[in-house]
């Protein structure tokens, strides 16, 4: 919640979960009736992600604070929605789960018949796997799942995303000593505590000294020639940002970067001093930021309906040529079918198809019913919340097929694409629009984050059932807590304001004007279209020359990195340079290394993601300090 109302960004925090719930139970590993293994460690994992993505799958980050964003122009029966404590619950509760259930059937043909990558899902494996001694699940020949052993899939993939995302190590695989081991985790738990008490203790100097979170550097590297800091050009020195960037990896951060560049550093003063956003710059209605907006919305909706199409493209090809193929599929039948047994969890781990059905039937039932009830059938009528469900439900299956092939689930796309579609079906409701487009998002965003934990699942020999069921407790509990925790933000701070500038809900508003009908800025149009044709070419550059586009920016992070003010990429991308030369250092040190030279690329690789998890969780954590202080009116600089 505290991330995403900053940026608009929030992370599955899957490796993250995996570590602190190792964390928390090995010292008990003695004492525990049942022991903790990685099995165990892939349900809490499961559980904690559905938890923590709630505020983006609810749109908590993005919808809700929308509606509170809209003016009596946009909806002339009352301007703002201001949702109360039991509407964002029930609102919460009715987008929780259908995309559960939508997740359950494409289980078996993209993970198991297709074993597409989901390279978020494997790295998280692969944590899972080091912290227990096992060996690297996507290279061992063998699995275990419960005391028996089957084929493991044969494919490696990658735990950091660098500059080609490198994998382990060969010695990797090999389990290391107890005592070695003991003394390799001593050290990643004190990375793990230095890290966050950093992190934590920066969190409440930015309370007590504000200055600090906006340092204008680029002020005194000028001497003060040129005002970068009323063009937003400043440094956070934020623990948390860093850590981000450590995660996000080097070719995502400066994606943002080049983004960053183009919008705040060129974009922005051209549309100023040419008239067209003649505001103050960080005005979202007349200065530039709100200008250069639209540009990363083009980008972003040209990136998403191209990667869907391609997606689309490539399974009806896959499908035309197993049909033109039969007699070869004939001959392999039988041997494709029992590897798929063998590859797949015994039957009474897998969720059966009367509950799924079923599942799917009432979650729907219970979204239409509430919906009906926060909003009125005035504003969305029952049908058009269905109509919802079932464009979630297609946009999700194209949305899991890209997530499984390029570890990005276009969430923000399928969000756009069906406030096109709805614009049409219920032309002039902006209202209406973000209620339909909240839902869709949903579904895709709950798909896709169960996906990669079935990933998770399926290499370790996890239940698919005991994920389900962890996924549908983590999804309830969010439900209370993500509204309760949005309750108090609002009730704190300003949002949007100068803490929490809420990027992703002017996003959503904006677009929702524009399809019903609201003109665009001055002169923004021809960047936009010129944007959103580059970038769509660039993604069809990549799927046919995948080997030569080391140096063409990512679309959603381009676009990230343009809506956001600079502030929040520039220590993001420190963090991706860190995470560059640390994993280099790694391959490229010392054989001669004694005891460590077993698990050396364990050490390095694990540890540098052990200390951005500890950034990341210190601010975080500490950020409800600050906020309680905030609430309590404690005095600050």
Same mark, same amino acid.
């Given at each position: 919640?505290?991330?995403?109302?900053? !940026?608009?960004?929030?992370?599955?925090?899957?490796?993250?979960?995996?570590?602190?719930? $190792?964390?928390?139970?090995?010292?008990?590993?003695?004492?525990?009736?049942?022991?903790?293994? /990685?099995?165990?460690?892939?349900?809490?994992?499961?559980?904690?992600?559905?938890?923590?993505?709630?505020?983006?799958?609810?749109? $908590?980050?993005?919808?809700?604070?929308?509606?509170?964003?809209?003016?009596?122009?946009?909806?002339?029966?009352?301007?703002?929605?201001?949702?109360?404590?039991? &509407?964002? +619950?029930?609102?919460?509760?009715?987008?929780?789960?259908?995309?559960?259930?939508?997740?359950?059937?494409?289980?078996?043909?993209?993970?198991?018949?297709?074993?597409?990558?989901?390279?978020?899902?494997?790295?998280?494996?692969?944590?899972?796997?080091?912290?227990?001694?096992? /060996?690297?699940?996507?290279?061992?020949?063998?699995?275990?799942?419960?005391?028996?052993?089957?084929?493991?899939?044969?494919?490696?993939?990658?735990?950091?995303?660098?500059?080609?995302?490198?994998?382990?190590?060969?010695?990797?695989?090999?389990?290391? /000593?107890? #005592?070695?081991?003991?003394?390799?985790? !001593?050290?990643?738990?004190?990375?793990?505590?230095?890290?966050?008490?950093?992190?934590?203790?920066?969190?409440?100097?930015?309370?007590?000294?504000?200055?600090?979170?906006?340092?204008? +550097?680029?002020?005194?590297?000028?001497?003060?020639?040129?005002?970068?800091?009323?063009? #937003?050009?400043?440094?956070?020195?934020?623990?948390?940002?860093?850590?981000?960037?450590?995660?996000?990896?080097?070719?995502?951060?400066?994606?943002? %970067?080049?983004?960053?560049?183009?919008?705040?550093?060129?974009?922005?003063?051209?549309?100023? $001093?040419?008239?067209?956003?003649?505001?103050?710059?960080?005005?979202?209605?007349?200065?530039?930021?709100?200008?250069?907006?639209?540009?990363?919305?083009?980008?972003?909706?040209?990136?998403?309906?191209?990667?869907?199409?391609?997606?689309?493209?490539?399974?009806?090809?896959?499908?035309?040529?197993?049909?033109?193929?039969?007699?070869?599929?004939?001959?392999?039948?039988?041997?494709?079918?029992?590897?798929?047994?063998?590859?797949?969890?015994?039957?009474?781990?897998?969720?059966?198809?009367?509950?799924?059905?079923?599942?799917?039937?009432?979650?729907?039932?219970?979204?239409?019913?509430?919906?009906?009830?926060?909003?009125?059938?005035?504003?969305?009528?029952?049908?058009?919340?269905?109509?919802?469900?079932?464009?979630?439900?297609?946009?999700?299956? %194209?949305?899991?097929?890209?997530?499984? #092939?390029?570890? %990005?689930?276009?969430?923000?796309?399928?969000?756009?694409?069906?406030?096109?579609?709805? @614009?049409?079906?219920?032309?002039?409701?902006?209202?209406?629009?973000?209620?339909?487009?909240?839902?869709?998002?949903?579904? @895709? &965003?709950?798909?896709?984050?169960?996906?990669?934990?079935?990933?998770?699942?399926?290499?370790?020999?996890?239940?698919?059932?005991?994920?389900?069921?962890?996924?549908?407790?983590?999804?309830?509990?969010?439900?209370?807590?993500?509204?309760?925790?949005?309750?108090?933000?609002?009730?704190?701070?300003?949002?949007?304001?100068?803490?929490?500038?809420?990027?992703?809900?002017?996003?959503?508003?904006?677009?929702?004007?524009?399809?019903?009908?609201?003109?665009?800025?001055?002169?923004?149009?021809?960047?936009?279209?010129?944007?959103?044709?580059?970038?769509? +070419? $660039?993604?069809?550059?990549? #799927?046919?020359?995948?080997?030569?586009?080391?140096?063409?920016?990512?679309?959603?992070?381009?676009?990230?990195?343009?809506?956001?003010?600079?502030?929040?990429?520039?220590?993001?991308?420190?963090?991706?340079?860190?995470?560059?030369?640390?994993?280099?250092?790694?391959?490229?040190?010392?054989?001669?290394?004694?005891?460590?030279? /077993?698990?050396?690329?364990?050490?390095?690789?694990?540890?540098?993601?052990?200390?951005?998890?500890?950034?990341?969780?210190?601010?975080?954590?500490?950020?409800?300090?600050?906020?309680?202080?905030?609430?309590?009116?404690?005095?600050?600089?």
């Amino acid at each position: 919640m505290y991330f995403g109302l900053q !940026t608009g960004w929030i992370s599955m925090m899957s490796l993250q979960s995996s570590l602190l719930g $190792f964390a928390l139970f090995k010292p008990f590993q003695n004492i525990l009736k049942h022991k903790f293994g /990685p099995v165990e460690n892939v349900v809490l994992q499961t559980t904690a992600v559905a938890t923590a993505t709630m505020p983006l799958a609810a749109g $908590f980050v993005g919808v809700i604070p929308a509606m509170e964003l809209m003016t009596k122009d946009d909806n002339p029966h009352g301007g703002a929605v201001i949702l109360g404590g039991k &509407q964002l +619950i029930l609102w919460s509760l009715a987008v929780a789960f259908f995309g559960v259930f939508f997740a359950i059937p494409l289980r078996k043909q993209t993970i198991i018949r297709e074993r597409l990558r989901f390279p978020s899902g494997t790295a998280t494996a692969q944590m899972i796997s080091l912290l227990h001694e096992k /060996p690297d699940p996507t290279t061992s020949s063998l699995r275990r799942r419960l005391g028996t052993s089957s084929p493991v899939s044969r494919e490696r993939q990658r735990l950091l995303e660098e500059e080609d995302r490198s994998s382990y190590d060969s010695t990797s695989s090999q389990s290391a /000593p107890k #005592e070695d081991f003991e003394q390799v985790w !001593t050290l990643k738990l004190r990375g793990l505590i230095v890290s966050f008490s950093l992190s934590s203790i920066y969190t409440l100097l930015t309370y007590f000294f504000p200055v600090v979170n906006a340092l204008p +550097i680029f002020n005194w590297l000028t001497f003060n020639l040129i005002d970068f800091r009323a063009w #937003e050009w400043y440094f956070t020195p934020s623990f948390s940002y860093i850590g981000q960037g450590i995660i996000m990896g080097l070719p995502t951060t400066l994606s943002m %970067l080049s983004g960053c560049i183009v919008g705040w550093g060129i974009l922005s003063p051209l549309a100023h $001093f040419a008239g067209w956003a003649p505001g103050p710059v960080d005005d979202w209605k007349t200065g530039s930021k709100g200008w250069i907006l639209w540009i990363s919305l083009g980008v972003m909706i040209a990136e998403s309906c191209v990667s869907l199409l391609v997606v689309l493209t490539r399974t009806i090809i896959k499908i035309y040529h197993h049909r033109l193929d039969e007699q070869h599929e004939l001959a392999i039948g039988e041997e494709e079918t029992l590897e798929e047994e063998e590859q797949d969890a015994p039957s009474d781990q897998q969720v059966s198809v009367v509950v799924t059905v079923l599942g799917l039937i009432v979650s729907a039932l219970l979204c239409i019913y509430l919906v009906d009830y926060v909003f009125g059938p005035d504003v969305l009528p029952k049908k058009m919340t269905l109509l919802a469900i079932v464009v979630a439900m297609f946009l999700s299956i %194209l949305g899991v097929r890209a997530l499984g #092939e390029t570890d %990005l689930n276009p969430v923000s796309g399928i969000g756009k694409i069906s406030q096109v579609f709805f @614009a049409g079906m219920m032309p002039g409701s902006i209202l209406a629009n973000l209620i339909a487009g909240g839902i869709a998002e949903a579904g @895709a &965003q709950q798909a896709g984050d169960l996906m990669q934990d079935l990933k998770t699942g399926q290499l370790l020999g996890a239940s698919p059932k005991a994920q389900f069921y962890g996924q549908m407790i983590g999804s309830l509990a969010s439900a209370f807590i993500a509204s309760g925790a949005y309750l108090l933000y609002r009730s704190v701070y300003s949002i949007p304001g100068p803490e929490f500038s809420v990027p992703t809900a002017q996003v959503w508003l904006d677009m929702s004007r524009l399809v019903n009908g609201h003109p665009l800025p001055p002169h923004v149009s021809e960047f936009v279209y010129g944007f959103a044709i580059l970038f769509a +070419i $660039f993604v069809l550059f990549k #799927e046919l020359y995948p080997n030569k586009t080391r140096f063409i920016p990512q679309g959603i992070a381009f676009a990230i990195g343009m809506y956001n003010p600079p502030n929040f990429t520039l220590a993001r991308v420190i963090g991706g340079l860190i995470v560059y030369f640390w994993n280099k250092a790694c391959k490229e040190s010392d054989k001669n290394l004694s005891w460590i030279e /077993p698990y050396r690329s364990v050490a390095g690789q694990v540890f540098i993601i052990v200390v951005a998890s500890g950034f990341v969780l210190g601010e975080g954590t500490f950020a409800i300090v600050n906020m309680t202080m905030r609430a309590l009116n404690v005095p600050h600089f």
